[in-house]
């Protein structure tokens, strides 16, 4: 067989492969009529019962209409009443004007290049019909939110903080770039980003529709990971949201994943933060290391999320960033290497500025807009207000309230008004009063928080209703209209999977926050969630203003489930799908080596960037948990404790009132999370003297260094409230925890001045995880002498401090410290001798792994022999290893380019696919 034969032969499986699957059954080469036909396809179906003949066409130059009409003349001799036959032509490389022409006046005859065909993969024609006829009516997905017409273009702000004026033209740009497949877009809460979702996705549709279906235009399509409670499992997300809500059909998963695979689609992923809020770190790591595979494997990726979720897991984004997996090539049985470092772009939206408020107001209020404007300008704070979408449209439907309140005005009070008058305009269809519908929305907002759900079934909520009600309804026909008004009338959407949640979590969020602080000053507490089973829950019980609860076991996410990763799995056939087998390897690669790099990128020079603050408050977190009492009550986010804040100030209540509360575990619990993690400092700033005062206060009970600990945490984020002086005062009254706490806060601030930890790095008695601390916080300002010295000081006491964790915090400190190789290699050794825990030195065994000098593995060889634990003994055993093979690596490993990259990456995997059925 010729080499022109050969090249044949592979087209025409690459063109039966595609027919596969379309859900085609394919044979090759079949004689019909006396003619050789290169496939026939068929699929028989009730009510299309069609066969293709199939001719494929691997030509340098276009097919003519000749060789059409002579392909197509077979047809003519084809009778079986059990089929419709039509005729497809395949071309490599197109075909003549007068070929398509002919195929357009013929209905059984079809024409298509390769890439036609390969585009045709899946018909998407429902879901861009469907997406934009409900845009434009703001029907379905989009009732909850009017912006079809209305839509105001965002700024953005890039990572290098450049301002770009459009959001829109930024993503645009970002998808005509080969290098990047992947974009995070980050906002805070009500900044607009579902609404730059939704409509860019409608925008990039009816571009397609008007310029036509071209390999340079992606295919947009909207997810919602709000309404996916478990971790993010792509499989799940995508039949669930274009066979069930979109009403694509998939012939296979695989067609869809093929599709993936050429460029063509742009998945938009919105509300990440909401989807992973209740997810473990590892799951997370794993949930980003599936949107790089996706986009190293050739998917455009949009993901939108919190900046504050985003932020808090900044070390484990970049580590997956930085990664690269080997990939085995199961044709050649050589690896090649994915790397992720070229994907990841972030885009922040920009809060509205007065041109965008204008607008919007304009386009909501018409003639009335400059009276508006007028009176927001007037109203201390308003205008910063209204630089988010979201709390802008609350200005413009409660500005008659606001005008006349005379309380303080912050995002909490604009919830306030206007959740009260949300509840009082749906009175006239109603007989439920509205304070029992608000009352009911705040007792399932707080419930829904303390079980870590976003949505529940409509299901559980008419459970939920019939326990919470049965007092007020003494016949079924009342319960019924009770179910009815709070689904119809309340803070509630259905979702397309059937499920409500909180028409915006930020309503979810101001309830809680609204109910915390209610509790406090009517010193209540609510009763603990309880777990039926250990160690992963599958009921929940729980008791509010002793309503009890049970039997909600859909709502109670095993801490199982919530870890669970599926990705692309096994279909079909049990062949495993392509992006399931990259993900194998990503898995096996990327996990045992999590601990290793973060070391290896631990040394910090110059400022201090996000990813130390994250990992600084990550350690915090744990010295505060350390610090707090079993059963300590409901732990709320740093939005709830924001929105906390606010609504004590419109209350217009002292700090003095709330730490008078303070006089049990969950109360002092919930006092501390709103002062700690509040983001907005009004309140703090109008109390500074208050909380100072209930630091220093003679009269301490048991809970006291608790809230104080929150106290000096809440000070740090004012500038000037915390100097030197403060924190040795507060040395002397404080536990050793306490202030350390106070230390790592203070560190993590930008209003301490940094020239108070070199006064703190000389203090007598500080110990060594304070001291490591305070070297931190001041080694940008300190010459590297100094820090050096403290540094290794740190080095040489930390083998003979005798807690477990403290010793294992030094080590982290260590890690962000940075170090030499020599320190290193010495404190390992100390450690042996001084005999420190087998965790301990578990760390610093990790760590070793980042040395970096040509001598290392010689040095870890001696202290492998040197230990007496087995399984340490094989960790350095494998620390060796790894030393030893990295120069040769980084020698025998040339980089992509990631044109080239991108080319080879297609070629290998989706080649890997042929020859199965």
């Known amino acids: ?192 980003k579902t609404s730059f979702c939704r409509n860019f996705t409608y ?62 689609i742009l998945l938009v992923l919105d509300g990440f933060d909401e989807m992973a809020a209740t997810a473990d770190e590892s799951t997370i790591a794993k949930c980003f290391g599936q949107f790089y595979i996706l986009a190293a494997l050739n998917v455009k990726v949009l993901l939108t999320c919190r900046s504050n979720f985003f932020s808090s897991h900044a070390d484990l984004l970049e580590l997956v960033r930085n990664f690269s997996i080997d990939v085995p090539d199961p044709e050649s049985g050589d690896d090649f290497r994915i790397s992720f470092k070229h994907h990841g772009r972030i885009l922040t939206v920009e809060p509205w500025d007065k041109q965008r408020v204008r607008t919007f107001i304009t386009t909501h209020a018409g003639a009335q807009a400059d009276d508006i404007i007028a009176s927001i300008e007037k109203i201390h704070d308003l205008s910063d207000l209204c630089s988010r979408p979201v709390l802008l449209d609350m200005v413009l439907q409660t500005m008659p309230e606001l005008l006349a309140a005379r309380t303080p005005i912050n995002s909490a009070a604009l919830y306030e008004q206007y959740t009260g008058k949300w509840t009082l305009r749906d009175n006239w269809r109603v007989n439920t009063p509205s304070t029992l519908r608000q009352s009911f929305c705040e007792e399932l907002a707080f419930f829904m928080h303390r079980v870590d759900v976003l949505s529940i079934s409509a299901a559980q909520l008419n459970e939920i209703v019939a326990t919470t009600m049965a007092e007020f309804a003494d016949v079924p026909e009342k319960l019924e209209e009770l179910r009815s008004d709070i689904q119809t009338c309340s803070f509630l959407t259905r979702s397309a999977a059937d499920e409500f949640r909180f028409a915006h979590k930020s309503f979810m969020e101001f309830f809680v926050a609204r109910r915390a602080v209610d509790n406090l000053i009517n010193r209540r507490e609510e009763a603990q969630v309880e777990a039926e089973s250990e160690p992963f829950p599958t009921g929940i019980r729980a008791d509010i203003h002793g309503l009890s609860i049970n039997s909600l076991r859909e709502i109670a996410v095993t801490m199982d489930g919530r870890a669970r990763f599926v990705y692309f799995g096994h279909v079909g056939s049990g062949k495993p799908s392509v992006l399931g087998a990259v993900h194998s390897a990503y898995e096996a690669q990327m996990f045992p080596k999590v601990r290793q790099a973060r070391w290896a990128r631990a040394a910090v020079h110059g400022d201090v960037n996000d990813a130390i603050f994250a990992n600084l408050e990550r350690h915090a977190g744990r010295i505060f948990d350390k610090m707090k009492l079993a059963g300590s009550g409901v732990i709320t986010s740093t939005e709830i404790a924001t929105f906390a804040a606010e609504y004590a100030a419109v209350r217009e209540l002292s700090v003095d009132r709330l730490l008078a509360s303070a006089d049990s575990a969950a109360r002092a619990s919930v006092i501390s999370d709103i002062l700690r993690k509040a983001q907005r400092t009004d309140y703090i700033q109008a109390n500074v003297a208050g909380i100072k005062n209930f630091v220093f206060a003679k009269d301490r009970g048991e ?78 300002n300190t010459s590297p002498a100094v820090t050096e010295v403290a540094l290794r000081q740190l080095i040489e006491q930390l083998p003979n401090v005798g807690d477990e964790s403290e010793q294992l915090l030094g080590v982290e400190l260590l890690g962000l410290l940075g170090f030499s190789d020599d320190s290193l290699i010495g404190l390992y050794g100390a450690l042996m001798q001084e005999g420190a825990d087998v965790h301990v030195r578990s760390a610093v065994a990790d760590m070793l792994s980042s040395l970096t000098s040509d001598q290392a593995w010689q040095k870890v060889r001696s202290l492998w022999a040197m230990e007496d634990n087995g399984k340490l003994r094989q960790r350095l055993q494998k620390v060796e290893e790894t030393l030893r093979t990295r120069t040769s690596q980084k020698k025998g490993r040339a980089s992509w380019s990631q044109g080239g990259r991108r080319t080879a990456v297609r070629d290998k995997m989706w080649g890997s696919l042929r020859g199965r059925p």
């Open 203 to 264: 925008e990039l549709l009816r571009e397609r529709g008007s310029q036509g279906v071209g390999p340079d235009m992606p295919l947009p399509i909207l997810f919602n990971l709000r309404e996916y409670r478990d971790a993010l499992n792509i499989r799940q997300l995508v039949t669930d949201s274009l066979i069930n809500q979109y009403g694509v059909a998939l012939a296979s998963f695989q067609a869809f994943e093929r599709a993936c695979s050429t460029g063509r």
């Open 703 to 780: 809970l006291h260094d608790l809230v104080s600990a929150s106290c000096c945490a809440a000070l740090t984020k004012v500038d000037g409230a915390v100097d030197f002086e403060f924190v040795l005062a507060a040395r002397a009254v404080l536990s050793m925890d306490a202030w350390r706490y106070l230390l790592f806060e203070a560190a993590s601030s930008q209003c301490v001045e940094r020239d108070l930890f070199e006064r703190v790095i000389e203090l007598d008695g500080v110990g060594v995880v304070e001291r490591g601390i305070a070297i931190f916080a001041a080694r940008a």
């Open 1 to 192: 067989m010729s080499s022109g034969n050969l090249k044949g032969d592979a087209f025409e499986e690459e063109v039966a492969k595609l027919l596969r699957l379309k859900g085609y059954k394919v044979e090759r080469n079949v004689l019909l009529s006396g003619t050789q036909i290169d496939l026939v396809a068929r699929r028989n179906d009730i009510l299309d019962n069609v066969c293709l003949v199939v001719e494929c066409g691997d030509r340098t130059e276009p097919v003519g209409i000749k060789m059409i009409k002579e392909k197509s003349a077979v047809l003519m001799s084809l009778t079986d009443p059990r089929y419709m036959f039509r005729m497809l032509y395949v071309s490599r490389n197109g075909f003549t004007a007068e070929a398509r022409t002919f195929a357009g006046s013929h209905a059984n005859v079809s024409v298509m290049t390769f890439d036609e065909l390969e585009s045709q993969l899946v018909d998407f024609t429902p879901y861009i019909d469907g997406y934009c006829y409900a845009y434009e009516r703001s029907d379905g997905m989009f009732h909850d939110g009017d912006i079809y017409g209305r839509f105001v273009e965002p700024a953005a702000r890039a990572e290098d903080r450049r301002i770009l004026p459009s959001l829109t033209q930024a993503a645009k740009d970002w998808l005509a770039r080969p290098n990047d497949n992947l974009l995070f877009l980050l906002g805070e809460y009500g900044s607009g």
